[in-house]
């Protein structure tokens, strides 16, 4: 194996004529130069050098090393200079995925603080809801998913066990929300109990926010009547501002839409969601991915 110590050295060599003027330009003794050239002679299995006296000259071998060593010395050197850049945060790439209400809520503030403290790093943004987000980043299409999971009926998370390969940071607890048209008659109710709506026409988001719904009318004695499905939430808003129906919505998602027309009401029982951002465990060790989930945590505490 050839080591790039060992090129710079017969560089210098090739340069000074001797071993002794390459130890000087090198800042070693004559021995050690001496010594790292028999070692690269043994490793390419040739003689790089004819020594008589007190001349020394390349063989064919050693001038056609040399024509290479430029060039390979030059690219190890702008590799070192790049990593060295990604590791100081002075230059990177970080691929993020987040669903919609996190891409209109979170990430913005995130992204602007970091470029604030890193602009040499790049930031791309994809958007898709868990779980297939969760899958683009264990195919490696991603380095950072914002994903989601609700809080069963019973209390227990959904999916345990589904994130246990990955690193997850928790962000926020999200709650659900109802919304009701603001002529309807509960819309000056400041909480109803979600078996109130069981007769409404119903509106649902995203498909894993429309099982949570039925899950969730399921254990209030009824299976709600879904006349709309989008996974647009302004377009969630839109329909209940216009009287088509009612929906169940989080609260991040709500505080995205400029809701006209809509009145939130809280909503029992409690259903909450937990969102996080999850990377692998390498690519938890990156500069820039690290700066990345810390800019995306204290984006969620304001």
């Known amino acids: 194996m050839i080591e790039a110590r060992h090129l710079r050295v017969l560089r210098a060599v090739a340069a000074t004529g001797s071993f002794s003027a390459a130890g000087r330009e090198l800042g070693c003794t004559q021995p050690a130069v001496s010594q790292q050239m028999k070692a690269l002679e043994s490793s390419v299995g040739t003689p790089l050098l004819v020594r008589g006296g007190r001349e020394m000259r390349l063989t064919q071998a050693g001038e056609a090393l040399v024509r290479h060593a430029a060039g390979i010395l030059a690219g190890l050197t702008a590799a070192e200079e790049e990593v060295a850049a990604i590791a100081g945060l002075r230059a990177g790439r970080v691929r993020l995925v987040s669903f919609p209400s996190g891409s209109s809520a979170l990430v913005p503030t995130a992204l602007a603080a970091l470029r ?3 602009p040499g790093t790049r ?3 994809e ?8 899958e683009m980043l264990r195919e490696g299409d991603c380095d950072i998913a914002l994903a989601f999971r609700y809080e069963g009926a019973a209390g227990a998370e959904e999916g345990d066990g589904e994130w246990d390969d990955l690193v997850v940071r928790p962000l926020l607890t999200d709650r659900l929300v109802g919304l009701v ?12 109990g979600i078996g109130e709506l069981a007769g409404e026409s119903w509106i649902a988001g995203c498909p894993r926010c429309r099982g949570q719904l039925v899950r969730v009318c399921e254990s209030a004695g009824f ?3 879904i006349d709309f499905a989008t996974d647009d939430y302004p377009a969630v808003v839109g329909l209940v501002g216009a ?3 009612v929906a169940v919505l989080p609260e991040l998602a709500v505080e995205s839409v400029r809701a006209k027309g809509v009145r939130a009401v809280s909503v029992e029982p409690v259903v909450r969601r937990e969102i996080v951002a999850l990377t692998l465990p390498d690519l938890a060790q990156v500069p820039t991915v690290a700066a990345t989930l810390d800019r995306l945590a204290e984006a969620a505490a304001r």
Do not use: W, Y
Request: positive net charge.
């Open 127 to 134: 958007e898709a809801e868990p779980p297939r987000s969760v």
């Open 243 to 245: 009287g088509l129906g």
């Open 223 to 225: 299976t709600p009547r």
């Open 123 to 125: 930031v791309s943004l």
């Open 116 to 118: 604030a403290a890193h």
């Open 181 to 192: 048209p603001q002529g309807h008659r509960l819309a000056r109710t400041p909480s109803i």
